[in-house]
């Protein structure tokens, strides 16, 4: 099920917006089309920052009362077991191990350094496929990942490129997100730990349905030995990114 968030729209009670169909709850709105926004226009940046930061206000007034939390625990260690028992080839098991325990280990570490850290209801999976861009302004799609999380979760898929073009990013969506709420600078040490735990949740996300026909179909190069070969390349690359100095403006 998509929830959109239209900004433009007058509030509704919720009688009107939310249906019932027996077991089932439901919401009806209109069709609108829309495209990707241009996450290298930095105009579109200071606007999609302006809208996160709205929306994270919004959130951070009360909790999720069902939706779980962004942890280490589920989003790295809970994955790594599960990837180790069932998924990853011998020949990788060891490397596998290896590599994910010092990432944890590090994770871990940057976590409890910063654990007064708000977490906060958010968007979860904030990327540009999740994003139309409509009339001038950006309508977000996908709700099923909005968890606890800090702030960052939902800025960091907004960044690419050198350090230097991240730095201009980041300011833009800043410049636009704190017209609206404030942003603790902290947050941005979790940029790396966060992105190392979307990597390993991803993995697990495809072996927990890797029953489903459809999956194989779908994803028919995920649990390959080129598939773990090259995912265990990339978490080393992320290990040498935690060992780097984090962004900041």
Not at 35 to 55: A, T, V
Not at 118 to 124: A, K, L, S, W, Y
Not at 188 to 203: D, K, N
């Amino acid at each position: 099920m998509n929830y959109r968030w239209w900004p433009r729209w007058p509030i509704r009670p919720v009688n009107e917006l939310l249906h019932h169909y027996q077991d089932f709850r439901f919401s009806l709105y209109p069709r609108k089309g829309g495209h990707s926004p241009e996450l290298d226009n930095l105009e579109h940046l200071e606007i999609l920052g302006r809208l996160l930061g709205r929306i994270h206000r919004f959130g951070a007034s009360r909790p999720f009362t069902e939706r779980p939390s962004l942890d280490s625990q589920s989003f790295g260690h809970d994955c790594v077991a599960l990837i180790s028992e069932n998924f990853i080839p011998p020949e990788y098991r060891e490397s596998y191990l290896s590599l994910t325990r010092d990432l944890l280990q590090q994770i871990d570490e940057r976590f409890a350094r910063l654990d007064s850290i708000q977490n906060i209801r958010v968007h979860g999976d904030c990327h540009s496929g999740n994003m139309l861009w409509r009339d001038g302004a950006p309508h977000f799609v996908d709700f099923d990942d909005a968890r606890m999380a800090p702030a960052v979760q939902d800025l960091w898929m907004l960044l690419s490129g050198s350090d230097e073009q991240q730095r201009r990013q980041l300011d833009k969506i800043l410049t636009g997100y704190q017209q609206f709420n404030d942003f603790n600078y902290q947050e941005l040490q979790l940029i790396e730990p966060l992105r190392t735990l979307r990597m390993l949740h991803y993995s697990a996300w495809l072996a927990r349905r890797w029953e489903d026909p459809a999956f194989p179909r779908t994803f028919p190069w995920f649990n390959s030995l080129q598939y773990w070969g090259e995912h265990i390349l990339e978490l080393r690359e992320q290990l040498s990114a935690l060992q780097e100095p984090p962004l900041s403006l």
